[in-house]
């Protein structure tokens, strides 16, 4: 089954404690891609990877760390988490440049107390 | 810079009412226009797309027309069911920034 996974699903942390949300996808996309989720924002998009080895950063990449060594893999780093952090996160991934359809993993819901 | 503005919800229907969600969309060209679905405590999922002015997009019941005339592509169904109780998410294609930009979402509840 095609599919984005995520894990863990649900964390609860405190500041400053480093943490990784993990990202894979088994559709051999090129594009991925990491939004979080707040009310009455949308989404926004934290980084995105091209391909492998390529990364960018999106419209809030502030406090977030991403690496792509494999083309299946796009975890997302907090070295030091905030509470303004505390959000919901999906990765996202697409097989080319146009991004037409995007698929997205069911989520991560991160509290940061 | 390219911008998507969704109507705001909560929408609240009854079962088998008709519905409009309308979405106006800010950028230059001729994007590709989106509606995506997110239900409860899952991802957001394609509902329809549309390439091109005047095409329309369609699936599950639902259909949205890209109105360039308008910078419009407003989502209607004309028979809600209690399971489309969801957020609904229109997005743009933006060409310039290479990335789809999303309006901030409305959520529909349909009762029985």
């Known amino acids: 089954e095609a599919q984005v996974t995520q894990n863990p699903r649900y964390l609860i942390t405190v500041t400053g404690k480093k943490l990784t949300v993990t990202c894979s996808q088994n559709?051999?996309?090129?594009?991925m891609s990491w939004y979080r989720q707040d009310p009455g924002l949308g989404l926004r998009q934290i980084y995105y990877s091209m391909n492998v080895e390529v990364t960018d950063k999106g419209d809030v990449p502030e406090g977030y760390k991403v690496s792509r060594k494999e083309k299946r893999n796009f975890p997302l780093i907090l070295e030091s988490p905030s509470p303004n952090q505390t959000s919901l996160y999906f990765c996202?991934?697409?097989?080319?440049?146009?991004?037409?359809?995007?698929?997205f993993g069911p989520g991560t819901r991160l509290t940061v107390t | 810079g390219d911008s998507v503005t969704q109507m705001e919800g909560p929408v609240t229907l009854s079962e088998e009412a008709f519905l409009t969600i309308n979405c106006t969309y800010t950028a230059t060209g001729y994007p590709s226009l989106f509606w995506y679905v997110q239900y409860p405590g899952e991802g957001l999922q394609l509902l329809l797309k549309a390439t091109k002015a005047d095409d329309k997009g369609s699936n599950k019941g639902f259909e949205a027309t890209y109105r360039k005339e308008t910078t419009s592509f407003h989502l209607e169904k004309g028979s809600v069911q209690v399971s489309d109780s969801a957020v609904y998410f229109c997005a743009v294609f933006s060409g310039g920034y290479n990335k789809l930009i999303f309006g901030a979402g409305t959520r529909l509840a349909v009762h029985p």
């Open positions: 996202a991934s697409s097989l080319d440049r146009e991004l037409y359809e995007q698929y």
């Open positions: 559709m051999n996309h090129e594009y």
